[in-house]
């Protein structure tokens, strides 16, 4: 499995747009990107997957450069409520969907 | 309905203890799973059932018992519990588990050994 560098923390305001990034440089051919995000005492909740370039949905947008060792999980306009921990995961296609988790990213927003 | 259910959401139990732990879902997943969260740190998988049978161990003491009597329906049987057990234990379902379908967590079941 691949695995996933990110930063431990990062402080923003509210409004501001937010950057995650992700390292996975030994990602492998059927590997996709996923982001979850979780506060605290509750389950990760599913925010994004992508496997290469640009992906958008109503709560955020995963690029992913062409050799795929990076990706960055941008929240745009974030909010108080955005506080939470950011984790990127490396998931391959095949092998039983397993989750491996990362160290994660405190995101804390601030007024 | 894209909600997973977990009871009891807390538990204190002595090591001479046996508990289960309940989850549930209806939204027709025949995939299921168990992590562990200690504080701070990220969930940890535990177990991985796939159409009602155990997929997936991650070499967990025997003390922890999981058990799939449907498929809405996962729980976790605990005997002989040390305090370092004590964690927050989430359960998780999806459409399948053949690879990258999105997992649904439920709140978590919180647990003290004492």
């Known amino acids: 499995l691949a695995k996933t560098t990110q930063p431990i923390s990062m402080d923003s305001y509210e409004g501001q747009e937010v950057n995650i990034t992700c390292s996975h440089n030994?990602?492998?051919?059927?590997?996709?990107i996923t982001w979850y995000q979780q506060f605290p005492s509750q389950g990760p909740r599913f925010i994004i997957q992508?496997?290469?370039t640009k992906v958008t949905n109503e709560v955020a947008s995963l690029f992913i450069p062409a050799d795929r060792k990076s990706s960055t999980l941008s929240l745009p306009r974030v909010s108080l409520s955005d506080t939470a921990v950011y984790y990127c995961?490396?998931?391959?296609?095949?092998?039983?969907?397993?989750?491996?988790f990362g160290t994660g990213t405190q995101l804390k927003v601030e007024l | 309905d894209t909600e997973v259910t977990q009871t009891p959401k807390h538990l204190v139990m002595g090591m001479t203890n046996k508990k289960s732990l309940k989850c549930e879902q209806h939204?027709?997943?025949?995939?299921m799973y168990w992590y562990k969260q200690k504080a701070k740190k990220p969930p940890e998988l535990m177990f991985v059932?796939?159409?009602?049978?155990?997929?997936i161990n991650e070499s967990v003491p025997s003390r922890f018992s999981p058990e799939c009597p449907n498929s809405s329906l996962l729980n976790l049987h605990l005997h002989a519990l040390q305090p370092e057990d004590s964690a927050l234990y989430l359960c998780?379902?999806?459409?399948?588990?053949?690879?990258?379908?999105?997992?649904?967590f439920g709140p978590g079941t919180r647990l003290l050994v004492l």
């Open positions: 998780a379902s999806s459409q399948a588990s053949g690879g990258r379908e999105t997992q649904y």
């Open positions: 995961l490396v998931v391959p296609t095949g092998g039983g969907n397993k989750l491996t």
């Open positions: 059932y796939s159409y009602e049978k155990l997929s």
């Open positions: 992508g496997y290469k």
């Open positions: 939204m027709g997943h025949r995939a």
């Open positions: 030994n990602i492998a051919t059927n590997d996709y």
